[in-house]
C-alpha cells in the first residue's frame, strides 16, 4: 500500500498563477484534509471532506477550493496564487468518526513556493 | 471555541533520559480525542499516541505515554528514555467534530 501520496512534491508559482495539489489514498478511507504548515504555526486545517463528494471549510479556507470527486482522492485548487500562499501543504486521511481512533495518516507535503 | 496550547518553543534532554512535552487544550464538547504526531527534520507527520476523552486509563506506546489529567485539561506527552533519534518536532492535537486542531509545536533535542 502506497498509503496517502502528494503530487506534486515541489512547485514554484507567479503570482496569480493557478495550480491544482492532488492528494490519493489507497487505504478506503472516508476523511480527507488538506493542512497548511508556516513556520511556527503548526499546522493549520484549510478545507476537509467527510465524505465523497462532500467538502466544508476548516479554519484558513480562503484562496483555496477543494473537489472530492473519488473517495480516494482530494484536490486542493490555488485559483490566483499569492506570496501569502507559500507553504507546505500536507494532505491526511482518516476513517471515519464511528470507525476507531481517526488516526490521521500524512502524506509526505508539497512544498509550494509563490513568487 | 476549540485550543490547543504548547507552551514550550524548545526542550533540551540528554540520552537516555526521561522527559515531559506539555500540552494543555480546551473543548467543551465531552466527546474527544487527543493526539502526538512527531515531526523529525525529513518534514513526514509520524503518529505517536492517541487518548479518548473517555479513556480510563493513560496511553502508552512503547517509550510514549500520555499523562492524561482531564480536570486540568492537560495531555503531556512523556518519553521515557531519550534516543538521539527523537530529536524533532512534537505536535500535539485535539479531535473534536471531525477535525484536528494542533498546537504550535515543541522542538526537542535530545544530546549525548
Known amino acids: 500500500n502506497a498509503g496517502v501520496t502528494q503530487t506534486p512534491k515541489f512547485r514554484v508559482l507567479k503570482t496569480g498563477q493557478s495550480m491544482t495539489l492532488l492528494c490519493a489514498q489507497d487505504?478506503?478511507?472516508?476523511?480527507m484534509y488538506w493542512y497548511r504548515q508556516d513556520p511556527g504555526m503548526g499546522l493549520r486545517l484549510i478545507h476537509y471532506s467527510v465524505g465523497e463528494g462532500t467538502t466544508a471549510k476548516g479554519e484558513v479556507p480562503d484562496g483555496y477550493n477543494v473537489s472530492r470527486l473519488k473517495k480516494q482522492n482530494f484536490l486542493l485548487g490555488l485559483e490566483s496564487a499569492a506570496p501569502s500562499q507559500t507553504s507546505v501543504y500536507f494532505c491526511?486521511?482518516?476513517?471515519?468518526?464511528?470507525?476507531?481512533?481517526?488516526?490521521?495518516?500524512f502524506g509526505p507535503g508539497t512544498r509550494l513556493t509563490v513568487l | 471555541a476549540q485550543k490547543i496550547t504548547q507552551t514550550q518553543p524548545g526542550m533540551f534532554v540528554q540520552e537516555k533520559e526521561a522527559v515531559t512535552l506539555d500540552c494543555t487544550y480546551d473543548?467543551?464538547?465531552?466527546?474527544?480525542?487527543l493526539f502526538w504526531y512527531k515531526q523529525p527534520s525529513s518534514g513526514e507527520m509520524i503518529f505517536l499516541i492517541y487518548q479518548g476523552s473517555y479513556d480510563q486509563q493513560n496511553a502508552t506506546e512503547g517509550r510514549y505515554s500520555l499523562n492524561f489529567q482531564k480536570a486540568r485539561k492537560s495531555a503531556n506527552l512523556v518519553i521515557s528514555a531519550s534516543q538521539l533519534g527523537d530529536s524533532a518536532m512534537y505536535f500535539c492535537a485535539l479531535y473534536n467534530t471531525d477535525k484536528l486542531i494542533f498546537g504550535t509545536g515543541t522542538r526537542l533535542q535530545v544530546f549525548p
Open positions: 491526511a486521511s482518516s476513517y471515519s468518526t464511528w470507525q476507531g481512533t481517526h488516526e490521521q495518516f
Open positions: 473543548t467543551s464538547d465531552p466527546s474527544y480525542g
Open positions: 487505504m478506503n478511507h472516508e476523511y
